[in-house]
């Protein structure tokens, strides 16, 4: 009987790592992420599973297994992090799935308060982070691919127009009489298709521009 009573003590620990695990998991599925309320309460619910049981293993190390529980959410984690465009893709969501299960250990350890503040500190940094605050939004550049003759100080236009200080790569042919210049340059201006054809139309020395960002 008192093994039953001591077993049921048990039990706020799994329900608190369950409820932790489903608001940190309902934030991520509002913002439409990969790994959602069932990744993140499961993830949860499985740390504080493991700590209890590495807790009472009985003569055991009571580390042992709580150790290796983050190894297994290492390994997790890599699994949803993908590199797709020149872009590393899924980091935010396996660092969060590891400090999830860090919560989930937390629990079984019995500290609740350290489990709920840790949440709460959680969701204020997602929250906060995903705000439109200039200093927490990452810079991005685009490519543009850029056709175009030069008889004088054409060049220095162009780079005056997209906000750049040089070219990434300058090509010269001959055709003819002429010599075309082909150059690639990085900007943080994004242009639209309209502005992209009034910018030729206004500069006749340009023969073409190319987005090429995504290649």
């Known amino acids: ?44 619910f499985g ?20 150790a290796q529980i983050v190894t297994g959410i290492g390994f ?16 935010t969501t396996a660092a969060g799935v590891w400090a999830t299960a860090g919560i989930g250990m937390t629990c079984g350890a ?31 550049s685009y490519s543009v691919k850029i056709e175009f003759s030069r008889t004088g100080d054409e060049n220095l236009k162009i780079k005056e127009i997209f906000g750049t200080d040089r070219f990434n790569h300058l090509v010269l042919k001959r055709d003819g009489d002429q010599v075309l210049y082909s150059a690639t340059l990085t900007t943080d201006n994004e242009f639209s298709s309209s502005e992209l054809n009034e910018i030729i139309s206004n500069n006749p020395f340009i023969f073409s521009i190319e987005r090429c960002d995504n290649d």
């Open 1 to 44: 009987m008192d093994e039953i009573i001591a077993q049921l003590w048990m039990l706020p620990e799994l329900l608190l790592s369950v409820a932790l695990g489903f608001i940190i998991g309902l934030e991520r599925k509002m913002r439409s992420k990969e790994a959602g309320i069932r990744t993140h309460t499961i993830v949860c």
């Open 47 to 66: 740390a504080a599973l493991m700590t209890i049981l590495s807790k009472n293993i009985g003569n055991g190390d009571p580390g042992r297994i709580a």
């Open 76 to 91: 997790l984690g890599a699994g949803m992090i993908v590199y797709k465009q020149h872009e590393v893709k899924g980091l």
């Open 110 to 140: 019995e500290l609740y308060i350290v489990a709920i503040v840790a949440t709460g500190l959680m969701l204020a940094v997602q929250f906060l982070l995903h705000t439109n605050f200039r200093i927490f939004k990452n810079k991005k």
